[in-house]
């Protein structure tokens, strides 16, 4: 985040001339409660340090072969920090700036140049996608092979979006999370008020069109793949006729792409460069008699500390987190010393029959933690929790579920090849506790043989019993 904020501050500096505007730029991306709050869980989305300097290097039309192809590793660079959301923010706006040089003869040569820049940047990714497609060739069914799509209208991940004097706003009734795109009501009046300067020829400023031009495009893009069904300003609520067009067209695009707000990260990095550049375009129509530098750096740490201030009741929100203590078990030692594939128990239900999205987050959380505890014993566990599963995880699931019947743990076993079942009481009901409870006191079923235990966990081994159990009832 400091890195991309750097750049922000450097990028901008030089379009404008002016540091108090790159500051600001930079101030717009760390009041971003995105950034610092989802982004937090899923540190790929923060790392977008090198779309600064990409823009910085696109925007240069006379740039020759050399300075162009300084484009491909910071392209292949940032395309690596997340291929499927961040790697078309990058591409997209790239491609766009591409088309409209080849447009234009006089800009021709620089377009090639992007071009090839661009050709190069796939051909390294290559691999990378390589190995996304051969998943996807082993899985034809992977659609339903995730926690966040099976049973989701599209729909539910494409919050509207609020245009109005607070800002420019995603609004997710469904979520907690802000979305990459927003603006800052700050933000907002800062870009207004020099477009409005830049327009009406007010300003002396040396900011550039070329600023304005790149920071309009990356934000415009990142919006425009966000593709919003539902724009609200005011009392007004607009049906964008995009997205419904893309749903109807291309469903099976929306199955890889389940949230297309992740998009935003190239409008978070666009408004951040116009929030810089129109502070300055602002600051070009001071008279001359005032003393510019100290008046310049009075109004943006104004409008430094009014960002933060506007934002400052998202930024200070906690972000929830789950502790994941050390796994101190006193059976740890057991588990070690046994071998094969282990499930843990309870198992919160079965994936693809989850009803809604609270369960589904506790069932994420209750396989999270299996997984977690795995890092002290490195046994191969059966639970687990992914945004997709393999093939066979739900049938395996829903027999867990069974447990203890002969029948359910017999396919089990040889569905999987399970060997040990770690039962964990204080997360079972009642009744499931005393059924757990009985067997270890009886031992009287040889397909499940008490291993060890303690007042809160039981380790059971499994062995092939079951089967010759089951053939002679």
């Known amino acids: 985040m400091a890195l991309t904020a750097w750049g922000l501050h450097v990028v901008v500096e030089r379009w404008t001339g002016l540091a108090t505007a790159g500051v600001l730029a930079a101030c717009a991306l760390l009041t971003t409660p995105w950034l610092f709050g989802w982004a937090l869980g899923v540190p790929q989305y923060a790392v977008l340090s090198c779309f600064p300097w990409i823009a910085l290097l696109a925007s240069d039309r006379s740039a020759g072969w050399r300075r162009v192809l300084m484009l491909v590793p910071l392209i292949v660079l940032q395309s690596l920090a997340e291929p499927v959301y961040v790697a078309p923010a990058v591409f997209v706006p790239i491609g766009l700036i591409a088309l409209g040089r080849l447009w234009h003869h006089a800009s021709r040569p620089a377009g090639v140049r992007l071009v090839v820049a661009l050709a190069l940047s796939v ?111 005011g009392r007004a609520t607009v049906h964008l006729p995009l997205y419904q067009a893309a749903l109807h067209w291309t469903p099976g695009l929306f199955n890889v792409v389940r949230v297309p707000q992740r998009y935003g990260v190239a409008t978070l990095i666009g408004l951040a460069m116009l929030t810089g550049v129109g502070f300055a375009q602002c600051v070009g129509t001071l008279p001359r008699r005032i003393p510019r530098p100290a008046v310049t750096a009075f109004l943006a740490a104004i409008a430094a500390v009014a960002m933060y201030v506007e934002r400052r009741p998202q930024l200070q929100t906690p972000f929830p987190v789950i502790s994941a203590a050390p796994y101190r078990s006193s059976l740890l030692d057991a588990v070690r010393r046994t071998e094969g594939p282990l499930l843990e128990l309870p198992v919160v239900g079965v994936p693809n029959e989850l009803p809604d999205i609270r369960s589904r987050y506790q069932f994420a959380e209750a396989h999270a933690r299996a997984m977690c505890r795995s890092i002290f014993h490195w046994r191969p566990i059966l639970n687990g929790y992914s945004s997709y599963w393999p093939v066979g995880f739900p049938e395996r699931m829903a027999l867990a579920m069974q447990l203890p019947d002969p029948n359910a743990l017999e396919s089990l076993r040889r569905l999987s090849g399970l060997r040990s079942i770690l039962v964990r009481l204080p997360e079972l009901s009642p009744a499931d506790q005393r059924t757990w409870l009985r067997l270890a006191e009886s031992r009287d079923r040889p397909d499940l043989v008490l291993v060890a235990r303690d007042q809160d966990e039981l380790l059971f081994d499994v062995t092939a019993a079951a089967a010759s159990t089951t053939r002679g009832e």
């Open 123 to 233: 051909l390294l990714l290559l691999p990378l996608y390589v190995g996304y497609a051969r998943v996807r060739a082993a899985n034809p069914q992977l659609d339903e092979q995730s926690l966040w799509s099976a049973g989701f209208p599209h729909a539910m991940f494409v919050p509207p979006l609020e245009l109005g004097w607070n800002g420019l706003v995603w609004r997710d009734p469904t979520m907690t999370n802000h979305g990459p795109s927003e603006a800052s009501a700050v933000m907002l009046v800062l870009i207004v008020a020099g477009l409005a300067c830049l327009l009406l020829g007010r300003s002396r400023s040396t900011s550039p069109r070329t600023g304005w031009a790149h920071g309009l495009l990356w934000s415009g893009v990142g919006i425009m793949l966000s593709c919003p069904a539902i724009v609200i300003f």
